[in-house]
């Protein structure tokens, strides 16, 4: 018994640390972060121009006197992406609202901090993995990702096949062979048993937490490939992982670009109409991923799962 007084329940004051430490895996979106913005979309569908040359195979040549003969000039083609809506509604009883946290900070603040950071996290899921969809009453429009708007350069290796150095430079070879040195492939991005594989691949490989001063939550490899620029290694946590599917890209990030849609398209918080007792609103975006050249770009499916 306390010396003088029993310490009865009722009268005394829970110990209480006024520390919450979020550990949500949630600001980890590097294409959210670094990819760059380009021209609003002015409507749902969003469309740009495209333009290939091939490097000549053969030439011929011209004997003296000869009349020049003209051939068609190569014609520029579209490509287009549709804009999709991603939310994150916040509802917070009055009372709630009204009450502080054990942190001291207010209450919807908080929860309105943590919807805008789901948001961004939703943005970079649906980056990678967007399957498109045009869209219909009731049914809402969907991106093409990474994943999708990536179709020459595509390669399903057999399941488990391990992750080898010569693997990587045959990756940015097949970036070179498609485009010149300046948009040739200068990052890997992997679940994070690839990065892992890199770092064992030995002089090639060095640590750098810059990074070309790209905005990043964590140290990156640079490995220094063969053919062309040093590759940034990067290992993310929406990049599928499972056996079978488990994939890598070898990108350039200059090939892509959001374009939000004009006047209230980027994420941005908006009221909604209450029916009752409590605070409503959502942090909301309409975007688009605009793929200025998928060519630069390399996909390789099937590694294996384990060191």
């Not at 749902?44 to 011209?62: C, G």
């Not at 946290?101 to 993995?129: F, H, Q």
């Not at 809402?140 to 080898?164: E, K, L, P, Y």
């Amino acid at each position: 018994m306390a010396f003088g007084k029993f310490a009865a329940s009722d009268e005394m004051r829970e110990s209480l640390l006024s520390i919450l430490k979020d550990i949500s895996p949630n600001e980890d979106n590097y294409f959210v972060s670094n990819l760059g913005k380009g021209a609003p979309a002015t409507n749902t569908t969003h469309e740009w121009n495209l333009y290939y040359a091939s490097r000549p195979t053969s030439v011929t040549v011209k004997a003296e006197g000869a009349e020049t003969s003209y051939s068609d000039l190569t014609a520029e083609t579209r490509s287009s992406n549709v804009t999709t809506i991603l939310d994150r509604p916040v509802k917070l009883s009055r009372t709630r609202k009204s009450i502080a946290m054990v942190t001291g900070e207010d209450a919807l603040s908080v929860e309105k901090e943590r919807a805008l950071r789901m948001l961004k996290s939703d943005m970079e899921w649906i980056t990678i993995n967007g399957a498109y969809a045009a869209g219909s009453s009731g049914t809402g429009r969907s991106i093409a990702g990474i994943d999708a708007c990536i179709s020459t350069n595509v390669t399903a290796r057999a399941s488990g096949q391990s992750f080898t150095e010569t693997e990587l430079n045959d990756i940015v070879q097949e970036s070179y062979n498609q485009v010149g040195y300046d948009y040739i492939m200068n990052m890997l991005v992997a679940p994070p048993i690839i990065k892992r594989r890199v770092a064992q691949f030995g002089t090639n490989v060095t640590r750098n937490i810059n990074a070309s001063e790209k905005r990043l939550t964590s140290e990156v490899r640079v490995y220094d490939s063969e053919l062309g620029p040093a590759v940034m290694v990067i290992a993310h946590k929406d990049v599928r992982a499972t056996a079978g599917t488990l994939t890598s890209y070898g990108l350039n990030d200059d090939m892509f670009e959001y374009s939000f849609l004009i006047n209230s398209g980027e994420p941005h918080w908006e009221d909604r109409a209450a029916s009752g007792d409590y605070v409503p609103g959502t942090y909301i975006t309409e975007f688009t991923l605009v793929s200025y050249q998928q060519r630069a770009c390399v996909k390789r499916t099937g590694y294996a799962t384990t060191m």
